[in-house]
């Protein structure tokens, strides 16, 4: 007794099959698969026997050995292999809807039409025209206005997938049964030259009308289910989203056949509403329906930010969405934890060991769709900074180096990095990320010998140059200002600045023991600090210093004073150029006692000309403590430093992945007061809005309409223990990624509570 094709041949059948071989050698195979169909009445929904799915099980017991099939004795037209007919003209097409005209959906019924339809999908679908399997419908799309734009059909449905079956909660004999009244929508195509906003979930509504009525004209039942498969890393599937498809899971990655494919997304579309019914339906009569699993939606700004990632193959991009979709949800646990099985963590595990990651090529995804919201604004502010990661609690961790002074025996790695805030301080996302481990702590002795392109003082010139290319492609639509402390007061990177004229400006912090020697006007050359004091008080400006380990948050007057000055280059590189600078100096008035005085002098490239441009640099400047509180998320947030993988290159490619949901973290952090009354589906999906209301406010049913975003951030930030009184101001980065942590379970349960 064999199994084959999803049907049990017993031995009598085999026996009796060879016996018809021997003494009819000259039967086809058509007419023998029908005489075996007859035998074991295997036939379709409509009565028809099922010819096809017999010779290809015939062919695999011929394969098995099982039987001798006899030879081929005619060849059909299908078997030859022709030239793919040429596609035909497309119009390039960017539009409205409406303006396309009537929209129609042909069925292919022609050989003009399949061949059109071959054609179409041969040159544009990824997957080219088929094979397509089992009981089929093909369509073509066509505008009133601009022709043939499209195709799509479908097909016989998978016959086992996991993420889709534990959906339905059909039993296996239930599969085995009803899996015809599931049809795959297994190709769909928009040509790529029509760019029209909605025509895609358009075109599917509208063939759904009329699916189910042209497959029982033709096979003579009606399909309940419709379900597709959308490959990660490659799609976002927010076309059968916005159709109102619902996302059930993934695939294995094994393929059909079992040798490996892509990790791909399902999507399914009840047709009736009683289809859970025809489906579980078994041989008693008897409707089984198993507990239904929840599964969650991938991210879209998750697809948004690292769909393009190029590690070289799709199925290390689809690993990586999905192991940023379970950190973000569980940023405060580890891997393990985050992963929520033995299977999962080993993969994630083999993906940050895998040779053909490269955490740079991570944060290349990121830094292309930072810098698509940074053209969405005239003025971005770019502040850079150096941080240390300390993993000397992991001893064994190969590739670290020094952090500290020799005699602190810390080891690490250094991070310097780039993040882009608007004026008002939300943060847009990376633009540079320099990680790397130290040799060793040489002399200050040595170190001043070096060229500044060895010394780790070129992090700044090389964060420049990233952001200055930046600013060069956006040259028309944003005005990009590289903005850090004191550590950045070097020569090199004014003389950079000047050297790139169509690069980003500058705004850094002077330090004061290195009094640099400026020249004025009537090119005296005095110290810097001294001729700013000398500067009459052009105002007084307040502003609110953020709370840090040393001080608590207050509010400081500052005395401001401002002039244009040339920083003349240092004795031993008088071969750099001297740099014409504006520079602004504020000092606090009477600051509290036992507490050191604000005090800040800034030098920019962008011109200080009123007084109102002096104090929009103080709040420039002020910007600066984003990346701060950004640093402090990676580690207080994402825990990196607890990271225990072995080695600097594991750590750094789990580090890219960490600093892209930190910088999320915080993005919701500053957006919910920037923007606290847009609807919060500008940041939550659906059912995690939904779930975060249901259990926040104690109710069964969700508000008819979503909450602002400032709602759903301080119920989100009860959930991380923000208490919300009057006087409590607005949740802070901690306690909202503590309730992220809580909602990513509120959400399972809610889903499968209510679907």
Partial sequence: ??????????????????????????????????????????????????????????????????????????????????????????????????????????????????????????????????????????????????????????????????????????????????????????????????????????????????????????????????????ERGRFSGSCYRAANWKYVGGTEGRGRKGTGATVKDVYVMPLQKKWQAVLCCCADGKVHVRQRVAQKEPRDW????????????????????????????????????????????????????????????????????????????????????????????????????????????????????TMAFTESGTPLGLLNVQCWARDGIGSKHERHKKPIEEKESWKWVESYHAVSQVQKRCRNKSLLVVVADREADIHEVFAEQYNTPDGAQLLIRAERSRNRKVVDDKESCEFLWTKLEQQPVIGTREILIPPSEKRSARQA????????????????????????????????????????????????????????????????????????CYHRIIKSGCRVEARQLESARRLCNALAIDMIIAWRIHYLTTLGQETPDVPCTVYFSDSEWKALTTFANKVKEPPDLPPSLNDAVRLLGKLGGHLGRRGDGHPGSEVLWRGMSRLADIEVAYELYTT
């Fill in 1 to 230: 007794m064999l199994r084959v094709g999803g049907r049990i041949f017993s031995d009598d059948v085999i026996k009796r099959l060879s016996e018809t071989i021997q003494k009819e050698p000259c039967l086809s195979r058509r007419k023998l698969s029908c005489l075996v169909c007859e035998w074991m009445d295997w036939r379709n929904q409509a009565g028809r026997l099922q010819e096809m799915s017999c010779r290809k099980a015939l062919l695999e017991l011929d394969r098995r050995k099982e039987i001798n099939l006899p030879k081929v004795n005619r060849h059909y037209a299908f078997q030859k292999v022709n030239k793919p007919a040429e596609a035909p003209p497309i119009a390039e097409v960017s539009c409205e809807l409406a303006e396309l005209g009537d929209v129609e959906i042909i069925r292919v019924t022609t050989r003009f039409h399949s061949k059109l339809w071959r054609s179409m999908l041969e040159a544009h679908h990824y997957l080219g025209s088929g094979p397509l399997c089992g009981a089929q419908l093909r369509y073509l799309v066509r505008s009133e206005h601009y022709g043939w734009i499209g195709g799509l059909s479908y097909s016989a449905c998978a016959r086992r997938v996991e993420s889709r079956d534990e959906w339905i909660g059909w039993t296996e004999e239930a599969r085995k049964r009803n899996h015809t009244f599931v049809i795959n929508n297994s190709r769909y195509l928009i040509a790529p030259t029509v760019r029209v906003k909605c025509l895609a979930s358009h075109v599917l509504a509208k063939c759904q009308t009329r699916l189910v009525d042209d497959w029982e004209r033709v096979y003579k039942y009606r399909p309940v289910l419709l379900e597709t498969y959308v």
């Fill in 302 to 417: 998750i697809e948004a930010e690292l769909g393009g990632t190029k590690l070289g193959d799709a199925r290390l991009t689809s690993r990586l969405l999905e192991m940023t979709g379970m950190f973000y949800d569980k940023p405060l646990a580890n891997i393990p934890q985050a992963c929520g099985s033995v299977s999962a963590t080993k993969a994630a595990y083999r993906f940050l060991d895998n040779e053909n990651v490269d955490w740079k090529a991570i944060l290349q995804a990121h830094y292309e769709a930072t810098e698509e919201r940074v053209k969405e604004n005239s003025l971005v502010l770019v502040a850079q900074d150096t941080t240390t990661l300390n993993y000397s609690t992991h001893p064994n961790t190969q590739g670290l180096g020094p952090i500290g002074t020799k005699s602190e025996k810390v080891r690490g790695l250094m991070v310097h990095d």
């Fill in 557 to 628: 007057i500052l005395m401001v004073r401002t002039m244009p000055v040339t920083l003349r280059p240092p004795m031993l590189k008088k071969n750099m150029p001297a740099v014409r600078v504006w520079a602004v100096l504020a000092q606090e008035v009477n600051p509290p006692i036992g507490i050191d005085g604000l005090e800040w002098m800034l030098l920019t490239t962008v011109a200080v000309k009123h007084e109102k441009d002096a104090y929009e640099r103080l709040e420039w400047y002020a910007r600066r403590w984003g990346i701060e």
